[in-house]
């Protein structure tokens, strides 16, 4: 096990974290990092914030047991040290799953980010969503509107879409897509086209991945064994 | 319930309001407590929890035993909407326990306008709304905080209400309410009981008889038993007070997200506008070794990355010096930030200011209050011109570029020249702005924003008139036309809202029925500007036959019985008199904390005293 001055944590946002925003969250974890007394490196300047770099942004209202984050500290520590020490002032809805020390040169994590896996569990009754569904992949086009800035654009998301399948006896809808900053698909900007409203569904993030040149998915650790 | 709940959240705005799951929120067992107490904050979740004396609370009652306490904020009007569509009665956060299942349900009294959502989370908990509807079944239906020492409007939906400091009589509240569960005494044996208690106040056992103008003539007890005058509670020494080690840390951004610690309760200035300046009497500060332990605990267990040190006047803290350099160079050392939420002209350097919030050139407060000394005289408003140009000069000399000016309007003896005063005072400052900031530097930003002066009880001028709407518009406008400068922003309070909160201020029980109407017709959220709604309070005046001009407008006699003639602050109606006296004398009155007694009998009728931590006038 190796000391390094950078860990990167994956962690879980729970039932009460799910309509925490990005920007509410970073907070929380520099707070977090601050009464768990860990030395985090901060930036310079006037407001110096703890040095954490996040995978990608969650957005509002899922849970997650994906979301990763790299923290960069003064003196060296083992990550299962930060985890636990973080695990142990964290509020209920968010908790450190796992971790792995970083070599001393990395790429930012958020750069490296295309997939993104999620369970959509449907609430209500929907009968015809595992035809729908099969239809929609069937097609190469699927446009959905997609505000930006009060203006609203037709885009093509077939692409973005690595599968999507209806899991009937679990009333899950399983989608694997675009994620990151070069494509990305926000799972309910699909609902849409699946019939379905912002209320009938809970969604949740099971994995986030980095596919390689080689069309391997790896997980942000798994890259770290490459 | 809570399940029933979490299913509505992803339809309204900010659900994070509702879910619960802080850090520091306490869940403690119901099964294992005697006694269940809701805190009830009569507005949103952001304001709500920047209440400190809400939060204090909390911990007080949840370190007890036999005691817990959950928290409960107003739903915005899109939440209502969805309880209401799913049968959901107001729940309490932490266990999602209809607010109608504890034994008590306690509200903070913060200002006059959210009286009505007082009532409609009555409505939203279907508890009933009436104290003379409730019964064994019900919880009792406290308040505390600065309305209380005016509570007369709600007085029919109180159960009781607690006058002053709530750190020690908590305690003996929570004792009484555990002992009449336990020999199971009818709710009015266990308000005779409360109404033991000193500091507390239980409107039902006390009859108010009107004459045939429609003022109070009589105030009287209806049992023999209870006191007929309510003195507020007082922590003599806060140092021994208890204060929580850690504060629930919301999710999302509220109002005051950082670290408070208070410095001091009570401010002997004198203002003669100022309820807070008289009801929390005398000057009682924390020693610097106390405010920095405090501030370490609470920075510890919360993660804070900003300490803000509040009182009604920080920078007249006897130590502020010593403190403020000893506390900034310990957070400078933990990368956290201090900040002082209420600068004064005369007694807060503005080098101080410049030591600790250099990174952050938000912006300058002042409140000099009136324009010309005359007014400020009047009123007893101890800032120089003189003081206030040189406080601002440093200021833009050391980098600051936005000052902002509190004024009020409307004030006793008020002409022209004290509105041409605020102009000019305006003006200079722009001025010095102009000349002090370098060349190349951002151009000076005055942002001047006026309020109307309302009479409050408990004051010198709990005799005065609100000034006429219509005069007061005029008198906006007329700032508004000589403040039009590139350079001053003006903004002015919303006349209407000065009005209500004018009558409520000031009002008597005949207030319950208005507020039950306005309530019935729609209106909450008064404080909101696109809640408010005027129009309909007007009708609900017309409705019930009450007049609020009579509320608003009426000069006082010197002999009138006012509504909170029985509650007492501790300041004697005789030394109110006198300040009303002297502000037409123009005369002012010095800082008792500083110099001699004023005399205003707290101190000697409460058997506590100003005590300076440590400072020089320690006495
Ligand atoms: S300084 Fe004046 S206005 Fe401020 S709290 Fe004290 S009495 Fe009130
Ligand atoms: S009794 Fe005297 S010393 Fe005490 S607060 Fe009043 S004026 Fe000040």
Redesign the interface.
Known sequence: MGISSSVRLRFSVG???????HL?IL??M??????A?LPIA?SQ????T?KLAFASTLPV?LTSEAEYVDLQLRTGIDCQTVQARLNS?????FRFLAGADLPERYPALMSLITTACYQIRV?GDAPELAQRIVGLMAQDQLMIVVKRKHKEKQVNIRALIDSLVYDAPLRQIELQCASGVKSNLRPMDLLPLLGLG??DVLIHRSALLIKTDAGEFLTPFDVLKE | MKQKL??V???VS???RY?????HAYHKDWRQTTVKMALAFPDTYEIGMGNLGFQILYHIINQRQDSLAERVYMPWVDMQEKMKEAGLPLTALESGQPLADFDIVGFTLQYELSFSNIVKMLDLAGIPRLSAQRDSRHPLVIAGGPCAFNPEPLADFLDCAVLGDGEEVIHELLDAVTSCKEQQLSRGDTLLKLAWIPGVYVPQFYEIKYTNQGKIKTIRTTEAAVPSTIVKRVVADLDQAPFPDRIV?P???TVHDRAIVEVMRGCTRGCRFCQAGMIYRPVRERSVETVKRQARQL???????QVSLTSLSTGDYSKVEQLVTELAAECRR??V?VSLPSLRVDSFSVKQAVEIE???KTGLTFAPEAGTQRLRDVINKNVREEDLYEAVDAAFASGWFQIKLYFMIGLPTETWADLDGIAALAGNVLEIGRRRIPKGGRKPIVNVSVASFVPKPGTPFQWEAFNDQEVLLAKYNYLRKQLRHGGINFSAHDVRASYLEAVFARGDRRLGRVLARAVDLGCQFDGWKEHFRYDLWMEAFRDEYIDSEFYAYRKRQADEVFPWEHLSSGVSRKFLWLERERAYQGVTTGDCRFAKCTGCCVCQDLGVANMLKGGDGDQ
């Open positions: 039932e009460t974290g799910r309509y925490i925003s509410d907070r929380l520099g707070r977090a990092v601050r009464r007394q901060y300047g006037f407001s110096p703890p209202g002032v964290l509020p209920e809805g609430l912002l209320g | 979490i299913q959240l992803p339809e900010k659900p994070a879910t619960d799951g802080e850090l840390v999710y999302i951004q920075l510890d267990s919360t993660g804070y990355e933990r990368g930030s250099k990174f952050k």
